[in-house]
């Protein structure tokens, strides 16, 4: 018996229902566009390469965020932490004014709208952007850091928010 491919790729449920099972950080990527902040919630965030310092994350190409936050000459990434659930929730909704109250923000070195209580902000360049399937890979040439804490992060994983618990044998 011989293991083949199958002739057809995985149905989109299923797909999803697998990746489900996978723990990842949660981000929320800002700019301003035409004097107006913009953001939106990922968590397909990752480093890249250190030379030069580079971040990536994917926007679905349907997003309707995506065009005004793209046309920005630079972004910030937050990197939230664990109790910041309803922040996450908020940048992830549609049709809510993401920086009102009780979003706390300022504008950072460049002008993007920097979260406050993150653990830390990358403020990123344009770098790179790709077609990958039905999202946008976008690459970030890291040009300013702050780290604010070490705080446990806010993961995603089966469809839900959640805490980083470390292994006690770790």
């Known amino acids: 018996m011989t293991d083949t491919l199958p002739d ?11 990746l489900a099972v996978h723990a990842s950080g949660v981000v929320v990527i800002t700019a301003q566009s035409g004097g107006i902040p913009v953001g939106l919630t990922a ?12 971040v990536s994350f994917y926007v679905d190409r349907s997003s309707t965020t995506w065009p005004r936050l793209g046309a920005a000459d630079h ?4 990197i939230l932490t664990s109790d910041q659930a309803g922040l996450a929730a908020r940048f992830a909704r549609k049709g809510v004014d993401r920086f009102a109250a009780p979003t706390s923000w300022r504008p950072g070195p460049l002008g993007a709208p920097l979260l406050q ?10 770098y790179d952007r790709a077609v990958v399937g039905d999202h946008l890979l976008v690459v970030g040439l890291v040009a300013h850091a702050d780290v604010h804490g070490t705080g446990r992060p806010l993961l995603y994983h089966q469809g839900r ?3 980083f618990l470390a292994h006690p044998d770790a």
């Open 75 to 78: 972004f910030a990434v937050n």
């Open 43 to 54: 968590t397909s965030f990752s480093s890249v390469s250190l030379e030069p310092p580079l």
């Open 161 to 163: 928010f959640g805490r």
């Open 117 to 126: 209580g993150v653990s830390a902000h990358l403020v990123c360049l344009p």
């Open 8 to 18: 057809r790729a995985l149905e989109a449920d299923q797909f999803r229902h697998a």
